[in-house]
């Protein structure tokens, strides 16, 4: 009976948690992008957990608000948008800061958008974002 109750206390348990905290336990860092001669400061992504999550379940985005990804170590990147209600741009950027590709990305789409080249990072802002501040493929981006 002990046993019993220790397992219906901890199912309990379970599903309180994962009710309070719908998004998962993961917390994002921030980090300062100089971007076209500005400072934009969006969220870090840079564990697996972290870029796992993403920007899921956000319902809103700032206008100047996004999520900067460090990948593992150079690479194709892929980037899909499963439980992402935001219509978003991604920016794909070499290990030199250098964007190499701009693409969007639409709510909900399972299939994956990926990189034309090798790169250590992404960008994700709002979609329109990066044609709206006259930002295109072969800038630079630095890390502050």
């Not at 969006?42 to 985005?61: I, N």
């Amino acid at each position: 009976m002990a046993k019993l109750s220790f397992i219906a206390v901890m199912l309990l348990s379970i599903v309180t948690f994962a009710c309070a905290n719908p998004l998962g336990s993961v917390e994002f860092d921030q980090i300062t992008l100089e971007i076209a001669e500005q400072e934009y400061t969006v969220e870090y992504a840079q564990s697996y957990e972290q870029r796992g999550q993403g920007l899921m379940f956000r319902t809103e985005l700032c206008s100047d608000c996004g999520m900067f990804f460090k990948f593992d170590q150079e690479k194709f990147a892929g980037m899909w948008m499963k439980n992402t209600n935001i219509p978003l741009d991604v920016a794909f950027i070499d290990r030199n800061g250098v964007i190499t590709d701009i693409k969007p990305l639409t709510p909900h789409d399972l299939s994956s958008v990926g990189s034309s080249k090798k790169v250590l990072y992404a960008l994700e802002m709002n979609q329109g974002w990066f044609a709206e501040h006259k930002v295109s493929v072969g800038d630079q981006i630095n890390v502050k």
